[in-house]
């Protein structure tokens, strides 16, 4: 008998989500190039319905009809290879969804191609790390609607669930899941920023040591900062180095690595010309981060302040930098969800922010009680502009900006980078300034260039003669 779906590649995320599929009642069949990965995972699958093939061939016809085919290789070049050994043994109708993190044109090509065969593409992000695979993931299925539907039941199976809801909504056409999922990373780095300068502050300024930044973390997660990254935050702050006893953090070198989804965010947000500096700027942290040995010369060279203390009790302080937080936080988010609106008309996704804050609730690496409080923004008004205009939000911003602002002149008095918070107040300020110094930019522009500008009090397009008198 024929298996109900297969999955090719074999690494830990493609191994982790077959099990999870098959957990949930459905056969499956396995596939690797190597087939040393086939065999393990078949030793390590006793008692399971994984059957494990050995030669596309013999994975293809191992599939019901219409097929449906997981690709969970490497983005880029091996998904296309992978894609081209498949097609000629593929039927009209058959399904193959990659659900690795690849950049959303590359889907959106792979999508058209395909289609051009009869072949329906599914780009999906599935968000959780190795544990969510495995246990329940976020799914971001883009593709064919009808394709979607197909494999529906199995993604919410095995997606992550919240109060009974699955993490697992059809999100839009061709490439619209691998965006959204992008955005996803997006978001996650600039979380991760200003969960880091919370700490650096509390550490320079307050002089915490590990264990207290464990109990702020820890007391920060059962309120309005619950998620994912904050709990495991305040997990690696009680994490103690085997070889030497110090804290985990202590010994680890501040050079933050990344795979290149954060920057793609960044870029598509400058290709849209839509704002997204919070997780542009850490993005760039994590460039600055990985300059070290230029760090470590600098620091011999350039100096910063005097330590200033900061006025009110280490408890106030430690509330403010919480506030400020929140209130960056809810910024970024806001810059998210304009990206993937503009990219929605961009793209014709007709994307469903309600929906997308929703499946980001469980699940993912982003996860977090606030992102209910988004979706209720959305059920207020689908068409939101922006997510600081919501009641909700508006009420919190208005009122934690005083925290965030005594925040950024803390740090900025002990010479202490917060590229994250101050530009998240920034974006708050500019977004909220009725009239910005652009008339001037405009005027420049028009003094060296006949750029040309619009006026306040008529219509039309003007030009100043500006050296004349
Ligand atoms: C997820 C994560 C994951 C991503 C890592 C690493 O949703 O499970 O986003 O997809 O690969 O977070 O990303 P960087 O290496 O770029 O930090």
Redesign the pocket.
Known sequence: SKQQIGVVGLAVMGKNLAWNIESRGYTVSVYNRSSEKVDDMLKESVGKQIVGTYSVEEFVSSLESPRKIMLMVQAGAATDATINSLLPLLDKGDILIDGG?TYYKDTIRRNKELSEHGIHFIGTGV???EE?ALTGPSIMPGGQKEAYELVAPIFEAISAKVNGDACSIYIGPDGAGHYVKMV??GI?YADMQLIAESYFLMKNVLNLSADELHEVFAEWNKGELDSYLIEITADIFKKKDAETGKPMVDVILDKA??????KWTSQSALDLGTPLPIITESVFARFISSLKEERVKASKVLSGPAPVLPEGSKEEVIEAIRRALYMSKIASYAQGFAQMRAASEEYDWNLQYGDIAMIFRGG??IRAQFLQKIKEAYDRDPGLLNLMLDEYFKEIVESYQAALREVISIAVKNGVPVPGFSTALSYYDSYRTETLPANLIQAQRDYFGAHTYQRVDKDGTFHTEWLED
């Open positions: 993190n968000s959780g790390g969510g996803h990373n996650e690595g990344q795979k290149g989804t954060g993912c690496i």
